[in-house]
């Protein structure tokens, strides 16, 4: 079950792990109510756990547990249910939980739960003490361990630090220090959120307008006007790269003008990349900047175009030379927008889904081995962005507008990425060009001694078998591709810097690399 399809989310793992505390601060984030089980079983039995323990026995309370906890299942509210620490042993009370909503187990260090056991000695009746607690641990080893959707925690976090991790558990995250923090949800029929999105939104937005291009407005804005249950102004712009352009912007901004756009209104971008930077853009100079929202319906615009704030357009010397840092004020990605995604298409998100791997995510890779097995699986494809964009909100959390270096690890790939999509007249798909941008850079990273000898071999291994090509075309020269490159955004100084990986999970950036050795470089990696 995909977290935000249910109304209703448990929270469970051992003793002392926050649950009834993490459970209140989600549900103010999702705007659900917060219940905590053990708080029912009290009511119903009329005194404190321990003190119905002592007087009726373990197996009463575990009785009126299930008692408690089925009933609440039969309502199935909107809400955020903190359980006990051993609700789930029962297989019964699993089955009931597990058909009412999703499960997160939440893991912490034995040692940080036995310091908050001490501090609360006697208050929990199968927990006392430490030793107790670490008995109760050993037990249930096995059955915390058996539930998928988890979180592990490092160290003693504090509250704070804990509920955006559960959050981004169940398909959402909260991006700040950009201004305004704005949600990320990534949900199959995830859509439907939109009106309370809407509603949470202050000033409420007096009118709206709807961009999207000439393939995704016919296939999705339907569905979008229909969770908006209202009609609202639609402007197509042309699909492609090849139209991400000034002159599009100012349609757009014609298109906000006849929709009496004011500043406290709303554009909604409906699209894949280009769809979202050319709207954000747009939004971002329209008197002096107004909100928008993303609906990104393509893999790669849900991984990486989709999320951050990068709004922008091309120029014919080079790509997102002209934009903005305007984030939107929140990120819906519907995940059944992909079942109609081209293959091409959905294989150019393969490539930054790669890279987030390469950059902060080993564990991606073993997931991307199942692609082609599971491709029309929208729950595999759905884990498959929740967790693809957990690198990227971590790396934009870091480093918000690119100062310390650690969010310029995003575009690892994309500098030769870039040079080789516009060289191609955007022929070659972004995300094909950044297959190719990735072993180029790990070329470089061998060739300067950063990297071992092979890494680039393995990661063009690992593109290929998804069905990214990982050689630049035949035709473009190294001297044209340098043409572009002179041209790259990300230049300063005089030089280009590159984002290199080191390892598999580990990438350093602004590095420059002698010109002679890059134009040796990309003469090698030649289709």
């Not at 294989?347 to 564990?363: N, Q």
């Not at 680039?456 to 090509?469: D, E, H, I, T, Y």
Request: net charge neutral.
């Amino acid at each position: 079950m995909i977290p935000l399809a249910s109304p209703t989310l448990f929270l469970y793992g051992p003793p002392a792990t926050g649950k009834s505390t993490c459970a209140q601060n989600l549900a103010v984030a999702l705007g659900k109510t917060a219940v905590d089980l053990d708080a029912l079983v009290e009511q119903r039995v009329g005194c404190t756990i321990p003190q119905y323990v002592a007087k009726a026995g373990a197996e009463a309370f575990r009785d009126a547990e299930s008692e408690t906890l089925e009933a609440l299942c039969e309502r199935r509210p909107n809400a955020v249910v903190a359980l006990g620490g051993g609700t789930l042993l029962r297989q019964k009370n699993r089955a009931v939980a597990e058909a009412c909503g999703p499960i997160v187990c939440i893991h912490t260090s034995p040692d940080v739960l036995a310091r908050r056991v001490e501090r609360k000695a006697g208050s929990r009746p199968f927990s006392k003490d430490a030793a107790g607690l670490m008995r109760t641990l050993e037990e249930r080893r096995e059955h915390y361990a058996s539930f998928p959707l988890r979180v592990d925690l490092e160290g003693d976090p504090s509250p704070q630090e804990v509920w955006p991790k559960v959050l981004a558990a169940f398909g959402r995250y909260v991006v700040s220090g950009m201004g305004q923090a704005y949600t990320v949800t990534v949900a199959p029929g995830a859509f439907a959120e939109l009106p309370r999105t809407l509603t949470r939104l202050e000033p409420k937005p007096r009118h709206l307008l709807l961009v999207g291009d000439s393939n995704t407005l016919p296939l999705y804005g339907k569905k979008v006007l229909e969770a908006l249950g209202e009609s609202i102004p639609c402007h197509m712009i042309p699909a492609g790269e090849e139209h991400k352009t000034l002159a599009t912007v100012e349609g757009i901004w014609k298109a906000m003008l006849d929709a009496g756009l004011e500043r406290g209104d709303l554009v909604l971008a409906l699209g894949g990349g280009v769809v979202g930077d050319l709207t954000g853009f747009a939004a971002s100079a329209w008197l002096r900047g107004i909100r928008w929202l993303n609906l990104p319906t393509s893999l790669l615009a849900m991984v990486d175009a989709g999320v951050g704030g990068k709004t922008g357009a091309d120029l014919p010397a080079g790509k997102n030379l002209i934009g903005a840092f305007h984030p939107p004020c929140a990120v819906i990605s519907d995940t059944e927008t992909l079942a109609t995604l081209p293959e091409r298409e959905l294989r150019c998100g393969l490539a930054e889904t790669f890279k987030h791997a390469v950059i902060g995510d080993p564990g991606l890779l073993e997931l991307l081995r199942a692609f082609s097995a599971q491709r029309s699986d929208i729950d595999f494809l759905t884990r498959l962005v929740i967790r693809s964009v957990g690198v990227k909100v971590r790396a934009i959390l870091e480093d918000p507008f690119e100062r310390t270096g650690r969010r310029a690890a995003l575009n690892l790939g994309h500098t030769v990425g870039h040079a080789v999509e516009a060289a191609s007249g955007f022929a070659v798909a972004h995300g094909e060009a950044v297959a190719i941008g990735i072993v180029a850079a790990a070329r470089i990273a061998e060739q300067v001694g950063l990297a071992a000898s092979g890494l680039s071999k393995a990661l063009a291994g690992g593109l290929a078998s998804l069905g990214l090509p990982t050689e630049i075309p035949m035709g473009q020269s190294p001297e044209e591709l340098l043409g572009y490159l002179s041209h790259d955004k990300k230049k300063a100084g005089g030089v280009v810097r590159f984002a290199l990986p080191k390892a598999v999970g580990e990438v350093v950036t602004g590095r420059t690399v002698p010109e002679e050795e890059l134009h040796g470089i990309l003469a090698g990696q030649r289709a």
